[in-house]
């Protein structure tokens, strides 16, 4: 689980919007771009190139 501090301070690298944490998919949503970042080992891969796209 991500820290709830981090939570709040995480952005889209691209966007700079604000990310929605799914805990049940661990993944940080960006509904401004319609995207998504996945959670690996509680790090978010915050890499604009691995975004992936909102189905």
């Not at 689980?1 to 604000?18: F, G, S």
């Not at 661990?26 to 319609?34: A, D, E, F, G, P």
């Not at 995207?35 to 909102?54: G, Q, R, S, W």
């Amino acid at each position: 689980m991500i820290d709830k501090k981090l939570l709040e301070i995480l952005a889209c690298p691209k966007c700079k919007k604000e990310l929605v944490y799914n805990k049940e998919k661990k993944i940080l949503i960006c509904n401004n771009c319609k995207v998504y970042y996945e959670i690996i080992d509680n790090i978010p891969i915050l890499l604009i190139e691995k975004a992936k796209p909102l189905s």
